[in-house]
């Protein structure tokens, strides 16, 4: 194996000083308007008041929200989140572009997921479910334009 095929963008760690909520409040806004409408009802309800955590490993920054009612409301932080998901961005990325699969990622150890996996899984099948053509269209254009594409 070369290494050009091993090669995975990555991109410089943001300021610790960054603050969080913004970008949480930019997730937590996209996946309100994208998403969750578009999730089971019963998933739905076992959502409700859970924390949720994603890091985004290779710039240090965190997001987090909480599920209330049908909605994801932005935190600026979260202690001991009820999910936590961290990979690289553009792991994070692929998994979104529908180039990289959720299930490979974590049993190469490049997608962790702590706290409720059970939840974790049912969550993964039921976005799998959900189409988005025009974002993972978008998202594969950008991915193909990275250095070491060719490995995504």
């Not at 070369?2 to 610790?16: E, I, S, V």
């Not at 949480?24 to 806004?29: D, E, K, Q, R």
């Not at 009612?69 to 994070?92: H, I, Q, W, Y």
């Not at 996996?117 to 594969?140: C, M, N, Q, Y």
Request: hydrophobic letters at 50%.
């Amino acid at each position: 194996m070369n290494a050009r095929a091993d090669f995975r963008p990555t991109l410089p760690p943001l300021p610790r000083w960054l603050p969080r909520y913004p970008g949480s409040f930019a997730l937590a806004s996209g996946l309100n308007l994208l998403v969750i409408d578009r999730l089971p009802a019963d998933l739905r309800g076992r959502l409700r008041g859970k924390s949720v955590a994603i890091v985004v490993t290779d710039v240090a920054f965190e997001f987090a929200f909480r599920i209330q009612g049908n909605r994801c409301v932005a935190l600026s932080a979260v202690e001991r989140p009820d999910l936590k998901l961290a990979a690289t961005a553009a792991d994070f990325a692929a998994i979104a572009a529908g180039t990289a699969d959720a299930d490979t990622l974590f049993f190469q150890r490049r997608l962790v997921i702590e706290g409720e996996v059970e939840l974790a899984t049912e969550l993964k099948h039921s976005l799998d479910a959900i189409e988005f053509p025009r974002l993972r269209g978008l998202l594969r254009a950008v991915l193909e334009r990275l250095p070491g594409s060719a490995a995504m």
